[in-house]
């Protein structure tokens, strides 16, 4: 099995070229990173790694990478095939323990809020450690555009997941998402191809409740359903958030800088401070 080939070969217009793109246009990788690789064991976050790992094999961005597992309480059999794939992909990975399914299984409401923000704390802190100044998450396309919906549809705002971003809370650490604009069924082709099996959420509360009661789920389904009338759908929501017009919006805030339409509107201004 050379799963770095089928991606040069097989997934490159749908995978290798994306990532690339990704990397170039929002400037996730330079010269001189240093990057905490997040690798939870799913397929998205597998397939990341391998691109960042043949990225320094043979891009032209001087960086170094390592690849680490975070541990939040896996069985002894998920676990091992984690660390059999990773194998199987020639990721030298580094695991290190926290007790995070526990905390979150103990979470009266919104379990699983409280174990990404836990996770997140501790891949920062792991990066610290690392003396790394950028940490690699495997969200992909799809997520994007779930999360755009569910800010609208259950947050009340719009808002997407960015490409990068700054830490609030470890100076100097950055967060990036190569696979932005790779598309999920696209990572399930290739694991295919390569027959690889990944494992899924593993904690407890998805054991309890099952994966397709969350919101998110709600909101794939919702798109699979206007996938059937609009096949541009996807890249619609996504392009909508690159398409902003600050004067077609009610209001808007720029960190604690509010504006609202009605603060010029008598002026006859438009939001840009010109005259309409």
Known sequence: MNTEKSIFDNFNKTIWSKFHKA????????????????????????????CIQMLQKHGTYDFSAEYIVMNPGYTEKNLDKILA???ALGLDVKVFDTKIFESADKAEKHPCFLCA??????????????????????????????????????????QTMMPKLHSENYKGVQLIRPLYLIRENDVIEWAKFNQ????????????KIGEGSSKRAEIKNLLAQLRKTNPSVDMNIFRSVENVNLQTLISYHLGN???HFLDIYDEGLSIKGTKN
């Open 23 to 50: 990397i170039r246009e929002y400037k996730l990788i330079e010269d001189g990173d240093r990057i905490a690789v997040c690798i939870s064991g799913g397929k998205d976050s597998m397939l990341m790694a391998k």
């Open 85 to 87: 794939n990773a194998q």
């Open 117 to 158: 923000r836990l996770r997140r704390g501790f891949l920062y802190k792991k990066a610290q450690e690392l003396n790394c100044n950028k940490i690699a998450l495997g969200h992909h396309f799809d997520d994007v555009i779930e999360t755009i919906l569910m800010g609208m549809l259950y947050g009340s705002q719009i």
């Open 196 to 207: 690889l099996e990944f494992i899924r959420c593993a904690c407890r509360v998805t054991e």
């Open 257 to 259: 800088d509010y504006h």
